[in-house]
């Protein structure tokens, strides 16, 4: 069992990390649109890393409503980031897709952000690479973090 005192740089160590990846946040999704909503960011980089997907599917894999997600996609597509298109599969379904300019501009965004990984990161060993993300990984997968009240 870990003592108190290490739990407590944990979570001030996590917190902390928390926080720069909210400031990051904002940041990228400002590169990839000024007027995009930093809470919409992820949407844009799942759907670069992918094909087109279904509004519950994004809603799932970003652990959203599908409220949440179609708000977030319809201000997307008025920034001209995304659209719908038709499901190949099923004619009643429609798949969200980048646009071509925000396939550009996501990927100029993605470049970035691999630049600035590769500046915070660049000096560690491949050794101690595998280890933050073996251990991400294990944070990752112990369960959802809440702040809860007493």
């Known amino acids: 069992?870990?003592?108190d005192e290490t739990l407590r740089v944990v979570e001030e160590e996590l917190f902390s990390l928390i926080r720069r990846s909210r400031m990051t946040t904002r940041e990228l999704a400002r590169i990839v649109h000024p007027r995009l909503d930093p809470s919409s960011y992820p949407l844009v980089a799942?759907?670069?890393?992918?094909?087109p997907r279904r509004v519950s599917d994004l809603a799932?894999?970003?652990g959203l409503d599908k409220s949440?997600?179609?708000?977030?996609?319809?201000?997307?597509?008025?920034?001209?980031l995304v659209e719908r298109i038709p499901d190949p599969s099923d004619?009643?379904?429609?798949?969200v897709s980048l646009t071509e300019s925000g396939k550009a501009t996501v990927t100029t965004q993605l470049k970035e952000r691999r630049r600035r990984l590769l500046s915070r990161l660049g000096s560690w060993d491949e050794p101690?690479?595998?280890e933050l993300a073996r251990l991400l990984r294990k944070l990752r997968e112990s369960g959802t973090f809440r702040v809860e009240s007493d």
């Open 1 to 3: 069992m870990a003592s």
């Open 46 to 51: 799942v759907l670069a890393t992918g094909p």
């Open 60 to 62: 799932n894999q970003l």
């Open 68 to 80: 949440t997600t179609s708000r977030q996609i319809d201000a997307a597509a008025r920034l001209g």
């Open 91 to 95: 004619a009643r379904a429609r798949l």
């Open 128 to 130: 101690d690479l595998l």
